[in-house]
Nanobody, 127 residues
Framework: QVELVQSGGGTVQAGGSLRLSCEAA???????MAWFRQTPGTEREAVAT????????FYADSAKGRFTISQERDMKIVHLQMDSLINEDTAMYYC?????????????????????WGQGSQVTVSS
């Protein structure tokens, strides 16, 4: 079992920015890393994914133009830069890694597509 450790998050006013980061505790390199988010009573939804090697990225429509997923150290660390935050971005954000049954990310994916998960980081956007 691989432990993913998240950092970042917090409370910001609407229009502001936050950055999330995620790294495996044992510095494992992954083929595919992603960020998901979830609010109470809803399904965990993919926000952005990034593929190792090609660096191909995928974004949810809600994230396009405002969020940027990036990686460091050959897919050992993943970041999510969130700009122009709005109230609807308030959620618990989760890092995910290790795409199942695939060599890399080929789409946003869903919760069942990933093997490992971070502990979650609360992001709250205030008016």
């Amino acid at each position: 079992q691989v432990e993913l450790v998240q950092s970042g998050g917090g409370t910001v006013q609407a229009g502001g920015s936050l950055r999330l980061s995620c790294e495996a505790a044992d510095h494992t390199r992954f083929n595919c890393m992603a960020w998901f988010r979830q609010t109470p009573g809803t399904e965990r939804e993919a926000v952005a994914t990034i593929s190792g090697g090609s660096g191909t990225t995928f974004y949810a429509d809600s994230a396009k133009g405002r969020f940027t997923i990036s990686q460091e150290r050959d897919m050992k660390i993943v970041h999510l830069q969130m700009d122009s935050l709005i109230n609807e971005d308030t959620a618990m954000y989760y890092c995910a890694a290790g795409r199942k049954r695939a060599a890399s990310c080929y789409d946003l994916g869903s919760r069942d597509d990933f093997a490992y998960w971070g502990q979650g980081s609360q992001v709250t956007v205030s008016s």
